[in-house]
């Protein structure tokens, strides 16, 4: 563990936000937002509704574009026009939801709008299902029977995997998955995470969005915590609690025992 924290003190952030502000109108909802994500790891952003956790995604996304501040990708000034922009850079946002076509099967969805084609111009079904089956195989996931299955059919959690799996197919260097589990049972739950990890093992860096803060406890590296579009803290997972995060999450503070550890 401390081998890997001081080969980060060292490397470039994936991605990086600085002094992030975002108002929408009279309502500043990002203030001074600084966030900073390396590859091989999962950081964690957590925040009470309306803490800003979703305008931040989209500003990452390239949905929305800031007021003030710095947004870099592997070093370098990030000029995010619309998604497009972002997924070119490599950075792929995954929404519980809307990512994903319901009447397309797996593969379709996989490729939707980047299709390989053969030299005569057909579409190249051979290659892109193969390319899918190993994506998924890649990911130890063995819960999708067939590949032409239309998503519609599939779990909340077969599609969070499907999903998942098309931004490795495309070789991101980062995933920004918001809110993934909210709508999962147990099983899946678990089998989402341990994707996530994976993800991370494979040198992806990993922004995860939830409210859940024991699936955040079990899978991320590091916390964020948001308060009322602010910053309150950052995090190592491995040293803080259920407890402190929710204290952190609700009032913005840290929690007092904590606050005396720190001192001593
Ligand atoms: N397009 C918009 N126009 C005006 N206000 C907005 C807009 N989008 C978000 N807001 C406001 O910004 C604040 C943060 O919203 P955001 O959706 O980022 O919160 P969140 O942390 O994702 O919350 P939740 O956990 O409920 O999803 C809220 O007060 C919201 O009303
Ligand atoms: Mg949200």
């Given at each position: 563990?401390?081998?890997?924290?001081?080969?980060?003190?060292?490397?470039?952030?994936?991605?990086?936000?600085?002094?992030?502000?975002?108002?929408?109108?009279?309502?500043?909802?990002?203030?001074?937002?600084?966030?900073?994500?390396?590859?091989?790891e999962v950081m964690a952003l957590?925040?009470?509704?309306?803490?800003?956790?979703?305008?931040?995604?989209?500003?990452?996304?390239?949905?929305?574009?800031?007021?003030?501040?710095?947004?870099?990708?592997?070093?370098?000034?990030?000029?995010?026009?619309?998604?497009?922009?972002?997924?070119?850079?490599?950075?792929?946002?995954?929404?519980?939801?809307?990512?994903?076509?319901?009447?397309?099967?797996?593969?379709?969805?996989?490729?939707?709008?980047?299709?390989?084609?053969?030299?005569?111009?057909?579409?190249?079904?051979?290659?892109?299902?193969?390319?899918?089956?190993?994506?998924?195989?890649?990911?130890?996931?063995?819960?999708?029977?067939?590949?032409?299955?239309?998503?519609?059919?599939?779990?909340?959690?077969?599609?969070?995997?499907?999903?998942?799996?098309?931004?490795?197919?495309?070789?991101?260097?980062?995933?920004?998955?918001?809110?993934?589990?909210?709508?999962?049972?147990?099983?899946?739950?678990?089998?989402?995470?341990?994707?996530?990890?994976?993800?991370?093992?494979?040198?992806?860096?990993?922004?995860?969005?939830?409210?859940?803060?024991?699936?955040?406890?079990?899978?991320?590296?590091?916390?964020?915590?948001?308060?009322?579009?602010?910053?309150?803290?950052?995090?190592?997972?491995?040293?803080?609690?259920?407890?402190?995060?929710?204290?952190?999450?609700?009032?913005?503070?840290?929690?007092?025992?904590?606050?005396?550890?720190?001192?001593?």
């Open positions: 563990m401390t081998g890997r924290h001081s080969d980060r003190a060292a490397a470039t952030p994936i991605l990086e936000l600085e002094g992030v502000n975002k108002s929408f109108g009279a309502v500043h909802v990002l203030k001074d937002v600084s966030l900073r994500v390396f590859a091989g957590v925040g009470d509704n309306g803490a800003g956790k979703s305008t931040l995604v989209k500003t990452i996304a390239g949905l929305h574009g800031v007021d003030s501040g710095d947004i870099r990708f592997d070093g370098k000034p990030a000029h995010l026009a619309g998604p497009r922009g972002a997924s070119e850079l490599g950075i792929e946002v995954v929404y519980q939801d809307l990512s994903l076509c319901e009447n397309l099967d797996i593969v379709e969805n996989m490729f939707l709008g980047r299709e390989k084609r053969t030299r005569a111009g057909l579409l190249d079904e051979h290659a892109m299902e193969g390319m899918a089956a190993e994506t998924l195989a890649s990911l130890s996931v063995r819960t999708v029977t067939s590949l032409r299955q239309p998503v519609a059919s599939l779990s909340g959690g077969q599609r969070q995997t499907v999903a998942i799996a098309k931004a490795v197919l495309w070789n991101n260097k980062i995933v920004v998955l918001d809110e993934p589990t909210a709508a999962l049972g147990v099983a899946q739950t678990e089998q989402v995470l341990a994707l996530v990890r994976r993800l991370a093992e494979r040198g992806l860096g990993v922004l995860l969005i939830s409210h859940n803060i024991s699936d955040v406890l079990a899978v991320a590296d590091r916390i964020s915590v948001l308060y009322l579009g602010r910053r309150a803290a950052e995090l190592q997972a491995s040293a803080t609690s259920q407890q402190h995060v929710i204290h952190l999450m609700t009032t913005g503070q840290h929690l007092v025992a904590s606050t005396m550890e720190n001192r001593s």
